[in-house]
């Protein structure tokens, strides 16, 4: 009887043991899988934004030489946002509710490009050479202006669903007549801030949004040219991945991020609460700055 009891003994140490090493290594298994998805997500968001904020402004050959300019103009898209654009402007500006300073989207604006657009004659040629693209990934004709709204997306009870990306596409045809299609596609649903600021020629310093508007309406002439002038664009997001078990790591309180890293006060900060689902949670931060030329200068001899 003895024993059998030390071999039971022995044996629930080895199973416990057994056990520890399992639950160990799936804990050790679900987080790497996290981090490895959260990896993944951000390379891919910082991939979008990158791609289209290099795409903003582009018109291709044909349309500079035809004299074919982005002209002043309102768009208002299937999410109920209304973009205002300055004359031959790419950015366009946000408004911001009163008492708010971190606006969480940006308008972007920009053609296709064909693969003669480089020949001058090849004035009828639309074929894309598959190097402008829409929200959808698909591939934009020398005729077609993309007009892009990336923004974070809430459902009505205010819980983050991730970043989303909206368009407008207006396609001319050989008649000069306009036809436009609307389109909204859920780029990643682990983006859960985002933040822009704005660098405009002769200014070193970038602006958040509310600065840029300086207590005007966005479709003021004022702040329309203030967003003609933008030649750089700082932007910062927060990406989240469940690890689906509780992270003692994040148990000391809650979580606070600068998303743009250097801007005055707090109007940056973004504190995430640690309830007890949140605890479950991978949270990681990535910014970057992007130069670019804004405005459409017409050089004369």
């Known amino acids: ?11 629930s140490i080895v199973i416990m043991g057994i056990f520890s090493f399992i639950s160990s290594t799936q804990r050790s298994f679900n987080f790497v899988q996290a981090n490895d998805g959260m990896n993944r997500s951000m ?16 018109r291709n050959f044909r349309r500079v030489f035809d004299g074919v300019l982005m002209k002043k103009k309102d768009y208002t898209f299937p999410s109920g946002a209304t973009a205002y654009f300055g004359e031959n402007s790419f950015l366009a500006a946000d408004v911001p509710d009163s008492s708010e300073k971190q606006v969480h989207s940006i308008y972007l604006r920009y053609y296709g490009s064909s693969i003669d657009d480089d020949q001058i004659n090849s004035v009828t040629n ?4 598959q190097r402008m693209f829409d929200c959808d990934g698909d591939p934009l004709d020398r005729n077609q202006l993309a007009v892009v709204h990336l923004f974070i997306e809430t459902d009505k009870s205010g819980n983050k669903l991730g970043l989303r990306c909206e368009q407008i596409v207006d396609t001319e045809t050989d008649t000069g007549s306009h036809s436009q299609v609307s389109k909204s596609v859920l780029i990643s649903p682990d ?3 985002m933040m822009f600021s704005f660098r405009e020629d002769g ?22 040219r ?8 700082k932007f910062g997001f927060i990406t989240k991945q469940s690890t689906h078990q509780k992270l003692n790591s994040l148990q000391v309180g809650n979580l606070v991020y600068h998303v743009l890293g250097d801007v005055d006060g707090d109007d940056d900060k973004v504190t995430i609460p640690q309830t007890e689902q949140d605890a479950h949670d991978l949270y990681n931060l990535i910014s970057g700055v992007i130069y670019t030329k804004n405005r459409y200068v017409e050089e004369s001899n």
């Open 1 to 11: 009887m003895i024993e059998l009891l030390i071999s039971l003994l022995v044996a």
């Open 43 to 58: 390379q891919m968001t910082n991939r979008n934004i990158t791609d289209y904020i290099n795409m903003a402004g582009f």
């Open 126 to 129: 639309n074929v894309s050479n």
């Open 191 to 193: 983006i859960q801030y």
């Open 203 to 224: 200014n070193p310093e970038f602006l958040l949004p509310n600065e840029m508007l300086d207590g005007k309406e966005a479709n003021d002439p004022a702040v329309l």
């Open 226 to 233: 203030r967003y003609s002038n933008v030649n750089g664009i």
